[in-house]
T-cell receptor
Framework: KAGVTQTPRYLIKTRGQQVTLSCSPI?????VSWYQQTPGQGLQFLFE???????NKGNFPGRFSGRQFSNSRSEMNVSTLELGDSALYLC???????????????FGPGTRLTVL | GENVEQHPSTLSVQEGDSAVIKCTYS??????FPWYKQELGKRPQLIID?????GEKKDQRIAVTLNKTAKHFSLHITETQPEDSAVYFC??????????FGTGTRLQVFP
């Protein structure tokens, strides 16, 4: 099976702009989680989607949002970008066979966002 | 909410020695504890995980131990090799809840 894919891989934006990142999970996986990775804060949980519904949410401002489509693909959006949003954004998918998001999570390669 | 502390932040060992990374968690209800390895410029990859109904799990040179009473779990790598050099992350979660990651340990294995 193909692994988790993310597009684009690299992105440069300026402050105040918005950005949309895409994640395609492993075929058959129903849960998609998003994480922000920065050198100072490590891996921080953004949100998790299961069956097109946001099931868990981390402690990020409302500028960060996401959605999941019926084919389990997911997008996350960041509006009004700030310099501090520069990070590697990782998504991870899991089978969630029994509805449990803590089935093994497989990470995508990430999208590196730079905000100037 | 859950909080995961990870120590040490950096670890240097000689090839062939053992390496131990320790994590503590705050939510006694947590029941899933994975470990991820992230090489430079690559995605995190699961190397081993353990659930709360098991005290120890081994996979070749890697083992994880869990002490539910003390709320800590550890990663043990034996006979370390240069290719083990990477950043290792522990995580903890309550089933159906989000994964909370530790801050990472940079392991360097010197030949």
């Amino acid at each position: 099976k193909a692994g988790v894919t993310q597009t684009p891989r690299y992105l440069i934006k300026t402050r105040g702009q918005q950005v949309t990142l895409s994640c395609s999970p492993i075929s058959g996986h129903r849960s998609v989680s998003w994480y922000q990775q920065t050198p100072g804060q490590g891996l921080q949980f953004l949100f998790e989607y299961f069956s097109e519904t946001q099931r868990n949410k981390g402690n990020f401002p409302g500028r960060f949002s996401g959605r999941q489509f019926s084919n389990s693909r997911s997008e996350m959006n960041v509006s009004t970008l700030e310099l501090g949003d520069s990070a590697l954004y990782l998504c991870a998918s899991s089978l969630a066979e029994n509805g449990f998001s803590t089935d093994t999570q497989y990470f995508g390669p990430g999208t590196r966002l730079t905000v100037l | 909410g859950e909080n995961v502390e990870q120590h040490p932040s950096t670890l240097s060992v000689q090839e062939g020695d053992s390496a131990v990374i320790k994590c503590t968690y705050s939510d006694s209800a947590s029941n899933y504890f994975p470990w991820y390895k992230q090489e430079l410029g690559k995605r995190p990859q699961l190397i081993i995980d353990i659930r709360s109904n098991v005290g120890e799990k081994k996979d070749q040179r890697i083992a994880v131990t869990l002490n539910k009473t003390a709320k800590h779990f550890s990663l043990h790598i034996t006979e370390t090799q240069p290719e083990d050099s990477a950043v290792y992350f522990c995580a903890a979660s309550l089933i159906t809840d989000k994964l909370i990651f530790g801050t990472g340990t940079r392991l360097q294995v010197f030949p």
